[in-house]
């Protein structure tokens, strides 16, 4: 990165290395320069995630797409993952400091916002592969869980490269985030299998037979 100006070619070059080789990559990543950096490398995944899902409603496939309000959901989609993207920075940069702190790593904050900031590479992703939601409720939600899981395997190198936590506790944190992880994904898919029901119920019959059918049961 530059002094003054942002290095997008040096952003591309770290996405590629966090994700292929998180632990090298944690292990001599800059831990101190202000936290301008890692608030325009969110930024710029926000916009990304944004555009993604902007796309993907044009074309109707995806999470959104079968809103109520379609393509302007679309459309605000870009503006809510760079605000998403802004929050979630400083909100992720906190919890992962409180992690960081039990598990005896770094507690100093621009340290953890680095951190999260590189681990929101997974943001663009995740609305990239969003598209499978809309294909299909139960695959979407397994995809998304595998993205989610590989976010908590990059956050296990970042903490304990990065922000040199004990690598023991970190393990034992990451596999319970993962474990419930894979819990709420199997409550969400009996929730949308259920809703998505519900929806078909309600287009095939008029709102008085929907009422009788469910007062009769």
């Given at each position: 990165?530059?002094?003054?100006?942002?290095?997008?070619?040096?952003?591309?070059?770290?996405?590629?290395?966090?994700?292929?080789?998180?632990?090298?990559?944690?292990?001599?990543?800059?831990?101190?320069?202000?936290?301008a950096?890692?608030?325009?490398?969110?930024?710029?995944?926000?916009?990304?995630?944004?555009?993604?899902?902007?796309?993907?409603?044009?074309?109707?496939?995806?999470?959104?797409?079968?809103?109520?309000?379609?393509?302007?959901?679309?459309?605000?989609?870009?503006?809510?993952?760079?605000?998403?993207?802004?929050?979630?920075?400083?909100?992720?940069?906190?919890?992962?400091?409180?992690?960081?702190?039990?598990?005896?790593?770094?507690?100093?904050?621009?340290?953890?916002?680095?951190?999260?900031?590189?681990?929101?590479?997974?943001?663009p992703?995740?609305?990239?592969?969003?598209?499978?939601?809309?294909?299909?409720?139960?695959?979407g939600?397994?995809?998304?869980?595998?993205?989610?899981?590989?976010?908590?395997?990059?956050?296990?190198?970042?903490?304990?490269?990065?922000?040199?936590?004990?690598?023991?506790?970190?393990?034992?944190?990451?596999?319970?985030?993962?474990?419930?992880?894979?819990?709420?994904?199997?409550?969400?898919?009996?929730?949308?299998k259920?809703?998505?029901?519900?929806?078909?119920?309600?287009?095939?019959?008029?709102?008085?037979?929907?009422?009788?059918?469910?007062?009769?049961?």
């Amino acid at each position: 990165m530059g002094n003054s100006t942002f290095d997008f070619n040096a952003l591309i070059k770290e996405s590629k290395d966090v994700l292929k080789d998180p632990k090298a990559y944690f292990s001599t990543m800059k831990t101190t320069g202000g936290i301008a950096e890692p608030l325009i490398k969110a930024v710029i995944y926000g916009v990304l995630a944004g555009i993604i899902a902007f796309i993907w409603s044009l074309l109707k496939i995806g999470s959104l797409s079968s809103g109520m309000m379609g393509g302007a959901v679309g459309f605000m989609a870009i503006i809510w993952y760079i605000v998403a993207a802004i929050i979630g920075l400083f909100i992720g940069a906190v919890i992962l400091l409180v992690i960081s702190a039990i598990c005896k790593g770094t507690t100093d904050f621009e340290s953890n916002i680095r951190v999260t900031a590189a681990l929101m590479v997974m943001m663009p992703i995740s609305a990239l592969l969003g598209v499978f939601t809309g294909i299909n409720i139960t695959l979407g939600s397994f995809i998304s869980l595998a993205v989610s899981l590989y976010g908590l395997y990059l956050m296990y190198h970042g903490l304990t490269q990065a922000l040199k936590a004990d690598t023991g506790t970190s393990k034992i944190i990451v596999i319970i985030l993962a474990v419930l992880l894979v819990l709420f994904t199997f409550i969400g898919i009996g929730a949308k299998k259920r809703a998505s029901k519900f929806l078909e119920d309600f287009n095939s019959k008029n709102l008085k037979e929907l009422i009788e059918d469910k007062q009769e049961k």
